[in-house]
């Protein structure tokens, strides 16, 4: 399919707060794929690198409909890079990303939920409130940003299962590519939580990266755009299996301190950083860890398989992300095999906990917050080697300090 029309390309910086909140390369071509606000949906779209006279750096980017079962309807955006990547995320899906591949290594898992299901076939009050599951197939899915966390009743109401911005489609989407090398794609999208008396808080939603890159990253601004504060949360809930997830593969960071999150996870506090094969009948394992960073507030964690030569690591910002939590759900491979490596606001505990135990916070009348994370494939020892000492540097000689009690019970 041939790029947009010139008329619609002009029109589409007009998605909501680019200009005001994102950075935008001087020269790059930009193609508007969805806008509520213009009444626009290209549907079925391709721009190749040729197509853009860009001879010395490959790629390719496609937007399919989804057709059939669940997944009808359902929008999926792939950034093909034969040198680099291959990104696959949807605008359907709250912008999150389905899965990655290259160098050899998958990052993602393979999850029961086999469609990219389309949000009008779920609904998230089903199953007490965790109805969220019949979704869940991602590799990173954004937990919030209302609200996030186990489902509860309070206020009146049922806080479903991590929230709503994953089964939120984006009401605009571009597409942005440098005029120049090393040629950045970034992609953008919209999610609107807006609720009558309730909230009216938006994300501007970025995926930048640079062709031949084993690295991308997420920058997401949530604004609230009513006349009232309004709580907020966010969970990056980032998502790993085979071939890095295996016995014996283990998980590092630079931790203060860390908790089991319930009563079964106290079995597994003494082996909280290896990983298990897939294993019948065991349950999930989450625990709660306080970072340390460095002076600027950066730090990082990862995934590394067993011989050391696969791995995935994120890196973030503490004054943005000061919590992490390591979900480990080693259960058998159809079950879904996966690790969770979550950079948050918060915890998953219900909102009643997390707002006692004050790790809620406010967003103001018109203010803008950022996230930021970077989120690199390892694909060998050299690059493990350097992430290893880059933790490293950040953990120096603070011991970590192991409680045996979860800070909360549900």
């Given amino acids: 399919m041939l790029p947009i029309k010139k008329d619609i390309m002009k029109k589409a910086l007009t998605l909501a707060l680019v200009t005001s909140l994102v950075s935008t390369p001087v020269n790059a071509k930009t193609f508007l794929l969805t806008s509520t606000d213009q009444n626009i949906e290209v549907g079925n779209w391709k721009i190749t690198s040729q197509q853009l006279n860009i001879k010395s750096t490959p790629f390719t980017i496609e937007q399919k409909i989804l057709h059939g079962g669940k997944q009808e309807g359902s929008k999926i955006l792939t950034i093909t890079d034969p040198n680099g990547l291959t990104i696959t995320l949807s605008p359907t899906r709250g912008m999150d990303l389905l899965r990655v591949n290259g160098f050899g290594v998958k990052l993602g898992w393979d999850s029961p939920v086999k469609e990219v299901i389309n949000p009008a076939y779920i609904n998230l009050e089903s199953r007490n409130g965790a109805g969220w599951l019949e979704g869940f197939n991602e590799m990173i899915v954004r937990c919030g940003f209302e609200w996030t966390g186990h489902p509860s009743q309070a206020d009146g109401q049922l806080y479903t299962l991590h929230g709503k911005a994953g089964n939120t489609p984006a009401s605009e989407v571009e597409v942005e590519i440098s005029d120049h090398a090393p040629y950045e794609i970034r992609i ?183 996230f930021d994370l970077t989120y690199t494939l390892l694909h060998n020892k050299e690059q493990i080697d350097q992430t290893k000492k880059a933790i490293q540097a950040i953990q120096e000689n603070h011991k970590i300090i192991v409680n045996d009690t979860p800070i909360a019970k549900e």
């Avoid at 009558?196 to 808080?201: L, R, S, V």
């Avoid at 309004?230 to 071939?243: E, G, L, R, T, W």
């Avoid at 809620?360 to 203010?367: A, E, S, W």
Wanted: proline content about 6%; aromatic content about 12%.
């Fill in 188 to 370: 953008r999208g919209l999610l609107k939580e807006s609720t009558f008396k309730k909230a009216d808080i938006q994300t501007l939603t970025e995926l930048r990266y640079i062709p031949g890159s084993s690295a991308f990253i997420i920058h997401d601004v949530l604004t609230n755009h009513a006349d009232y504060p309004h709580d907020y949360q966010i969970i990056y809930h980032s998502n790993f299996s085979k071939p890095i997830l295996e016995k014996d593969a283990y998980f590092i960071a630079p931790i203060q301190n860390i908790s089991p999150f319930n009563e079964y996870a106290k079995k597994g506090i003494s082996n909280w950083s290896t990983y298990l094969g897939p294993t019948k009948e065991f349950d999930e394992m989450v625990f709660n860890i306080v970072p340390y960073a460095n002076t600027k507030g950066d730090t990082l964690a990862a995934v590394i398989n067993k011989e050391e030569n696969k791995g995935v690591s994120i890196a973030f910002n503490v004054n943005q992300l000061p919590f992490l939590t390591l979900w480990k759900n080693t259960d058998t491979e159809k079950q879904g095999y996966v690790t969770g490596i979550e950079p948050g606001t918060n915890y998953a505990y219900p909102v009643s906990i997390e707002r006692a135990q004050k790790r809620i916070k406010q967003i103001q009348p018109g203010q803008n917050i950022a």
